[in-house]
């Protein structure tokens, strides 16, 4: 497969929950690096309010938390998926994605973001994923105006 072709696999094994897929896709030093401190992330345990920051932050997710993360707590956070593809675009190793998120959090509220996710494809598996988010909306969305605390736990597999 190619670098795109490759970003599309990854993302339909994300769609169907399937570690082992999304575990073969990924090469086993991938680094996600998300924006530090956002609401997903501290709704899920993995992160705080006050880590928000520039990245590289302690919300990297490494091979094995991006696998727990998309088989098995994804679909556990985000109720009623779907998903919009706007622009799929590839040049060399490197993949850009930007789509539409919908869907509907554990504690009820809507939530619709827009994210733009950077893919360095080596050696045919994904080795980097860079997320550009609207935080401040994300954060307002899943939390309000209440104090940010913990969704659900983060299951490991």
């Known amino acids: ?25 990924l090469h086993p030093q991938v680094v996600w690096t998300a ?4 609401a997903t992330q501290v709704a899920l345990g993995l992160g705080r309010a006050e880590d928000a920051g520039p990245p590289p932050g302690p919300n990297d ?15 556990r956070f985000f ?7 706007r622009t799929v675009v590839a040049e060399d190793d490197v993949v850009v ?3 539409r998120l919908s869907a509907t959090l554990p504690n009820g509220r809507p939530y619709v973001n ?18 550009y988010m609207d935080t401040r909306g994300g954060w ?3 939390f309000g105006e209440d104090k940010p605390v913990q969704l659900i736990e983060f299951v490991h597999g």
């Open 79 to 85: 109720g009623g998926v779907e998903n919009t593809f």
């Open 61 to 75: 997710l490494d091979h094995d938390a991006i696998v727990a993360f998309m088989a098995w707590n994804f679909a």
């Open 35 to 38: 924006p530090a401190g956002n």
């Open 1 to 25: 497969m190619d670098p795109k072709q490759t970003v599309m696999a990854l993302y339909r094994a994300y769609a169907a929950g399937d570690a082992e897929k999304i575990s073969d896709l």
């Open 97 to 99: 994605v930007e789509h």
């Open 140 to 142: 307002f969305q899943v």
């Open 114 to 131: 827009d994210y733009c996710f950077v893919y360095e494809v080596k050696q045919g598996k994904v080795w980097r994923i860079r997320e």
